[in-house]
């Protein structure tokens, strides 16, 4: 599925010095989103910081959203992930996407300005009408959770 999405550039870097993001192959679900930095930032293990990416999306349909994701290399090898979890942007957000990158790992990180550290997904949405009952129909799983099915 393609959609066009609004961007704005919000650091002249873009273009003169970094390439705006693109996905890296055909298939590619994630575009790799920046370190807008002025200068590295070192993050010490524990540490949390919050980057901005030098551009802002208006995603717009109700029927999208993105998320913010961590780049796997990074996250496994270095521990570098994000300090929300994932990202989630609303279809009308229009401010600086910002990405919360989070030090789990064991050792200091430094974040190089125009370092690719995050990635960008767009995603459908189902927007949920909620219908309040006093019983579920029955289902084969009922209330069992967390672990309830076993390991093996
Ligand atoms: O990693 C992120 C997460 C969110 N946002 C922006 C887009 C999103 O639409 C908005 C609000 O995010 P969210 O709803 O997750 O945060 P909140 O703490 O609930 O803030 P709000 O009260 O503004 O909804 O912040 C980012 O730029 N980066
Ligand atoms: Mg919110």
Same mark, same amino acid.
């Given at each position: 599925?393609?959609?066009? $999405? !609004? ?18 192959? !055909? ?5 790799? =989103?920046?370190?807008? $930095? ?35 290399? $990074? ?6 992930? =994000? ?5 989630? @942007? ?26 690719? @550290?995050?990635? =960008? ?8 009408? $909620? ?5 579920? !129909? ?15």
């Amino acid at each position: 599925m393609q959609h066009t $999405l !609004e961007l704005k550039v919000l650091d002249a870097r873009f273009g003169e010095v970094w390439p705006l993001p693109a996905y890296a192959t !055909e298939a590619s679900a994630g575009l790799d =989103l920046r370190a807008a $930095l002025e200068a590295p930032l070192c993050l010490a293990p524990g540490d949390a910081a919050l980057v901005p990416s030098g551009l802002a999306i208006h995603i717009g349909d109700p029927g999208l959203c993105a998320v913010i994701l961590p780049r796997s290399g $990074l996250g496994h090898k270095h521990g570098i992930v =994000l300090g929300n979890g994932t990202g989630l @942007i609303d279809a009308d957000y229009q401010g600086p996407l910002m990405i919360s990158v989070w030090n789990r790992g064991a050792g200091p990180f430094t974040i190089e300005p125009g370092d690719r @550290i995050a990635q =960008l997904v767009v995603l459908p949405i189902v927007r949920a009408r $909620l219908q309040v009952v006093e019983e579920f !129909e029955a289902s084969a799983r009922g209330t069992g959770g967390f672990g309830h099915t076993g390991v093996r």
